[in-house]
């Protein structure tokens, strides 16, 4: 029979050497710095080790741990760190933010108010993507607020998809607004008529 | 009798966008697949061929450069498919990256679905 | 029941696209009977008035909801050769991808995470016993993995009913089971020592990088259940499990385009699998 059992062999990870660990994050082979990043939300100052790792750190699939282990640690300030890299030029780099921020709901949603406030059209306009997560009372009124006055055609749109799906009768007037005030945007008619029809259809 | 359709798929994160680009698509005959994110389009690819691919640059797990980085290294014929890029972003170093990365064209939302259907045909080499 | 109430088409749409959205399952119309049974299901279960009602429910706090919604739609029968066609992929490509730079003797580790009642592990082991020519040439060892300690142990007592085996021959069942009485057979002493099993969660990754690597790991439907934050840290536990150049195999409706951009895609001709990248870097 060439099937085997083994007891276990494999060496479990060894202990968090904390001194290390702020060493490795910076410093260490991409491995050792995929290791730690992992390993520091047991750290007491963890959140502003993977601040600052996230600031150097160039390996994607590194950054990825880091943004995954912003996540887990996901209380406000740990989105705080996250926030900043929503703007980035770097697509790749934005897609990661807003993943991370996906994955710690609550936390991203505590900032929601600001960011779909935000100058930049940009911002506001990813930001409705982290309305989506948080609890509907309150991103569907803050992406209401939002229609109301939002002068950029593409937020709008991105905030009439998330509607599509979270948004109630109260939605109903700003989607009209909204749409009336876009009148040569023909994929803004188109959305807010399909997200009209969702909502409208009990 | 075989489909001999052109079949374009359509990478984009919102729904919405994806119904109003299908409609416009199948209404010029076009047959039409989605995926939502560049991985999911990547393993669409790798499994049905197609003529095209329209792809937003801002999607979830994988962004629209990342997708076409990724798509241009793959072997022929798969490497050679044409992609338009979709953005929000009319700015030229945003339409140069996506040049760079290998993307044929680039268009900004919003888009009329009449100029999509149009530019589809020509790239998958259909003439309207 | 009688028949389930209909769902408004904007209804139908919002629920399948959530669908798809968290799950990469597509929902037709073609499908709207099946769909419109299901949902009449869950809402009975969390008495709601209405669809309207229920979809609230479910973007809520109730992320137990979600589950069961996921739970719903897919399906969770275990069995012997479930998928076999990812088998087939095992024996007919990937083996021979990880043998590549193993000499004979060497050891091949096969993951099963999570393995639930056992089916999945024995199947893989008697597969690759009827199928794999090499299968003497390496030294095979196959672990089966579980948070649920009752079906851990269920699996080590390799006890099973008619409808596990349902889809296995004859011949194979009296090869390798041993007969109890008119409802149950058990896996044969040999193959039972040769699986090993153990209490793992996914989501600790003490309790997985205690399992060592893995030259290709079978972990099915159970990633999409998770949320957002813990499929990242699934997906980064896995990855880490995996030798490098090793394999990753998820369900028949789930993709890693839900779960985590970290493992690169692999087509063959039975499926599409994930490969952890070969050291490239420092």
Request: net charge negative; charged share 25%.
């Amino acid at each position: 029979m060439p099937l085997v059992r083994k007891p276990s062999s494999a060496t479990p990870s060894p202990a968090s050497d904390d001194r290390r660990l702020a060493q490795t994050l910076l410093q260490g082979s991409d491995d050792e710095r995929w290791s730690a990043a992992r390993a520091a939300p047991e750290l007491p100052d963890g959140l502003s080790l993977l601040d600052n790792a996230l600031a150097r750190e160039r390996v994607p699939r590194v950054r990825e741990a880091v943004f995954t282990a912003l996540a887990k640690i996901g209380t406000a300030e740990a989105a705080s760190v996250v926030l900043p890299y929503l703007r980035s030029d770097d697509p790749a780099l934005r897609t990661a933010a807003l993943d991370a921020l996906r994955a710690m709901p609550s936390a991203a949603g505590t900032h929601l108010p600001r960011l779909l406030g935000d100058a930049d059209p940009d911002i506001r306009l990813l930001s409705c993507e982290i309305a989506r997560g948080v609890p509907t009372d309150h991103a569907e009124g803050a992406l209401v607020e939002l229609i109301e006055r939002e002068e950029n055609a593409n937020v709008c749109a991105a905030a009439v998809e998330v509607l599509a799906e979270i948004g109630g009768p109260a939605s109903l007037p700003a989607l009209a607004g909204c749409g009336a005030r876009f009148p040569d945007d023909p994929f803004l008619r188109f959305a807010v008529k399909t997200a009209a029809d969702r909502i409208g259809s009990r | 009798m075989t489909d001999t359709r052109k079949r374009i798929l359509i990478i984009d994160d919102a729904a919405l966008v994806r119904s109003y680009y299908r409609a416009a698509l199948e209404a010029h005959d076009f047959r039409v697949e989605e995926a939502l994110n560049g991985l999911e389009g990547l393993e669409k690819l790798l499994s049905q061929s197609f003529d095209l691919a329209i792809v937003d640059v801002n999607m979830p797990r994988m962004d629209g450069i990342t997708f076409l980085k990724a798509l241009r290294s793959k072997e022929l014929p798969l490497s050679s498919l044409p992609v338009l890029v979709t953005s929000t972003e009319a700015g030229p170093q945003d339409m140069a990256a996506a040049r760079s990365a290998g993307a044929n064209y680039y268009l900004v939302k919003p888009i009329k679905q009449e100029t999509l259907a149009e530019y589809a045909a020509i790239f998958c080499g259909s003439h309207p | 029941m009688a028949d389930p109430p209909p769902l408004t088409t904007e209804e139908f749409s919002r629920l399948v696209e959530f669908l798809y959205r968290r799950t990469g399952m597509v929902f037709t119309e073609a499908k709207r009977y099946y769909v419109e049974r299901r949902i009449a299901e869950r809402m009975a279960a969390m008495s709601s008035p209405s669809f309207a009602d229920y979809f609230v429910h479910l973007r809520g706090e109730e992320r137990k909801e979600v589950e069961e919604l996921i739970n719903a739609f897919t399906v969770n029968e275990t069995y012997f050769y479930r998928e076999d066609y990812q088998l087939a992929c095992l024996t007919t490509d990937l083996l021979d991808a990880r043998v590549k730079t193993k000499r004979p003797g060497d050891a091949i580790r096969i993951w099963s995470a999570p393995c639930s009642t056992g089916e999945e592990p024995y199947s893989i082991a008697i597969w690759l016993l009827e199928n794999w020519k090499d299968v003497d040439a390496y030294e095979i060892e196959i672990v089966g993995s579980d948070i649920d300690t009752d079906a851990l142990e269920a699996a080590a007592e390799g006890i099973f009913g008619r409808r596990a085996l349902m889809r296995l021959s004859p011949d194979l069942i009296a090869r390798y089971f041993h007969q109890l009485d008119d409802e149950r057979w058990q896996i044969l002493d040999d193959l039972r020592q040769s699986v090993s099993f153990s209490r793992v969660n996914l989501i600790d990754t003490r309790q997985t990088r205690a399992q060592g690597g893995f030259d290709v790991i079978f972990c099915r439907n159970v990633l999409i259940y998770f949320d957002d934050e813990s499929r990242r840290v699934a997906a980064e536990n896995l990855y880490d499990n995996l030798l490098p150049g090793g394999f990753i195999c998820l369900g028949h409706t789930e993709s890693m385009s839900r779960i985590s951009p970290l493992f690169e895609i692999c087509r063959y001709s039975d499926a599409i699998v994930y490969r952890k990248p070969l050291e490239l870097s420092a």
